[in-house]
């Protein structure tokens, strides 16, 4: 007789369901019968520019050493991100996509009977990596779609050890600003470890949105968590990093797996980080993207939740689920966003601007249709 493998699973994970990526162009063409040459992506929040010219070159030299593992303390990445944010190398903590990180810090400081504060309609690892572990999550309440962080302090008892931030949020694109993530910082216990991702942080400009790594030095119990995947155009490759004090670091190196960023994720994005006009090209592109999208949401007279990412959260003023199908079978494939309890939202990441406009022409045939 075989076991119940699903009862012998961790009570948290048995609660979990798996995480839904943005459905692949090749699975909804083998679906539906369509030409994949016409389909469209704005589903996963993909840089559309393609990769750096240099992230290329350099994924090509690297190419000759994949017989050998990789450099398990990516000692080449940590001085570059070293560098360039004026921090020590033993602050740096290297993962498989920023995703990685947020798993390793449950794993090194959430465990039953302890939990972690997150936010609703904050993203969907924050819930998986906590339950994961056997962990309680305790949601506080949105404001205006986005973090409302006094009401995310009050959620904070003897037994968190985790609070989960995103600036800017996903999937929702709101943020908030400098003060308000000092005000936060300033009264939150010191025992409780502040994990600020910042997956879309340069797509924002100027000071409207707090830079995480100039409060590290004054807390402790601070992490900010980035990747390459979205402005650096690394998705595939997943590479992401954690800045915070030496004494964090050395903890979650603790619990890294071993080769956990390959070689030519290592490579490129050593090549990336330097390549700063294509980051600023990225910007530019979104920039315009978004004036475009909000532009014809204008005109179709829907609104949308103001946006400081590469995505924008569509109001459809009913229930998604109809209009996602319907843009299914226009070739287009965007991102439901009912499981973050938002049925009436679609998220829709920023194109080049033919995407833009061939995505917004099939939301008005979809929407004439009822």
Known sequence: ??????????????????????????????????????????????????????????????????TRYPDGNGFDLKQRLSDRYGVNA??????????????????????????AVFSEHAFAIYPIVTQAVGADARVAKAKDWG?????????????????FI???????????????????LNDVPKDVLVVLDEAYIEYAEGAELPDGLKFLADYPN???????SKAFGLASLRVGYALSSP????????????????????????????????????RRLNEAGMQQMEDGLRALDLSWIPSR?????????????SVYEGLLREGVIVRPVAGYGMPNHL???IGLPAENSRFLEALSKVLARG
């Open 1 to 66: 007789m075989s076991g119940d493998f699903l009862a012998l699973a961790q009570a948290g994970v048995q609660k979990l369901s798996p995480y839904v990526p943005g459905k692949p162009v090749d699975e909804l063409a083998r679906e539906l019968d369509i030409d994949p040459a016409r389909i469209i992506k704005l589903a996963s929040n993909e840089n559309p520019m393609g990769a750096s010219p240099k992230a290329l070159s350099a994924i090509r030299d690297a190419l000759a050493e994949l």
């Open 90 to 115: 033993n602050q740096v903590t290297l993962g498989n996509g920023s995703n990685d990180i947020l798993e390793i810090v449950a794993r090194a400081y959430l465990a039953p009977g302890l939990n």
């Open 147 to 163: 973090h409302d962080l006094p009401a995310m302090l009050a959620a904070i008892d003897s037994n968190t050890r985790v609070v």
């Open 166 to 184: 995103a600036n800017p949020n996903n999937p929702t694109g709101t943020w908030f600003g400098p003060n308000a993530l000092a005000d936060f």
């Open 222 to 228: 601070l992490l900010v968590s980035r990747t390459f």
């Open 247 to 282: 004494v964090v670091a050395d903890v979650l190196n603790r619990v890294r797996q071993p080769f956990n960023v390959n070689s030519l994720a290592l490579a490129a994005a050593c090549a990336a980080l330097d390549d700063v006009e294509y980051v600023a090209e990225s």
């Open 309 to 321: 990412a590469n995505f924008i959260a569509v109001d459809l003023g009913r229930e998604g689920a």
């Open 347 to 349: 998220r829709v990441s």
